[in-house]
T-cell receptor, first 110, second 114 residues
Framework: QKEVEQDPGPLSVPEGAIVSLNCTYSNSAFQYFMWYRQYSRKGPELLMYTYSSGNKEDGRFTAQVDKSSKYISLFIRDSQPSDSATYLCAILNRDDKIIFGKGTRLHILP | DTGVSQDPRHKITKRGQNVTFRCDPI?????LYWYRQTLGQGPEFLTY????????KSRLLSDRFSAERPKGSFSTLEIQRTEQGDSAMYLC????????????FGPGTRLTVL
């Protein structure tokens, strides 16, 4: 079983919709959970990180961690065409290494 | 722009040639990481440095790969005797020691081995 599993998509939604992106992870010891956004032919950009369970909000973005089910989510409200990108979930393992999911390609349709 | 720069941005080489990539980190970051990313995959960890010390290398990093960070500032990643399977995006990221979860990535070097 891979440490981080993520549906690669693509996911297409109309502009203004709420987007839900999800990942599962295997090791209950993980404590830090991150979401990165990557535009085509660019390096990943850190969007948000959360520690342990709960929600964290930053503008239109909300990250959610459910440690009981080993499930992490990113919600994007009022989605914009500029949100079209690949979204990578990631965890920090005990050796301070980041393990990434495969990424979900998101298309926001104008 | 995250403040992390990589050079070159693109490299095309023939199989069997050696290539070297450079990463210049955010100046106050003492951790520097190298990742490899292939199409449709997330970045995969290769190696990382704390200042000039190389602390860990992934099993993905064969003997043909070597990385250095001689003065704890910029880093180089060299691939000897390149193979077509080495074609990928090579990404550099940096962080402070106390915030390893906040890694800032450079734009990457895209390597194509013909």
């Amino acid at each position: 079983q891979k440490e981080v599993e993520q549906d690669p998509g693509p996911l297409s939604v109309p502009e203004g919709a709420i987007v839900s992106l999800n990942c599962t992870y295997s090791n209950s010891a993980f404590q830090y959970f991150m979401w990165y956004r990557q535009y085509s032919r660019k390096g990943p950009e850190l969007l948000m990180y959360t520690y342990s369970s709960g929600n964290k909000e930053d503008g239109r973005f909300t990250a959610q961690v459910d440690k009981s089910s080993k499930y992490i989510s990113l919600f994007i409200r009022d989605s914009q065409p500029s949100d079209s990108a690949t979204y990578l979930c990631a965890i920090l393992n005990r050796d301070d290494k980041i393990i990434f999911g495969k990424g979900t390609r998101l298309h926001i349709l104008p | 722009d995250t403040g992390v720069s990589q050079d070159p941005r693109h490299k095309i080489t023939k199989r069997g040639q050696n290539v070297t990539f450079r990463c210049d980190p955010i100046s106050e970051h003492n951790r520097l990481y190298w990742y490899r990313q292939t199409l449709g995959q997330g970045p995969e960890f290769l190696t990382y440095f704390q200042n000039e010390a190389q602390l860990e290398k992934s099993r993905l990093l064969s003997d043909r790969f070597s990385a250095e960070r001689p003065k704890g500032s910029f880093s180089t990643l060299e691939i000897q005797r390149t193979e077509q399977g080495d074609s990928a995006m090579y990404l550099c990221a940096t962080s402070g020691t106390s915030v390893p979860y906040e890694q800032f990535f450079g734009p990457g070097t895209r390597l194509t081995v013909l």
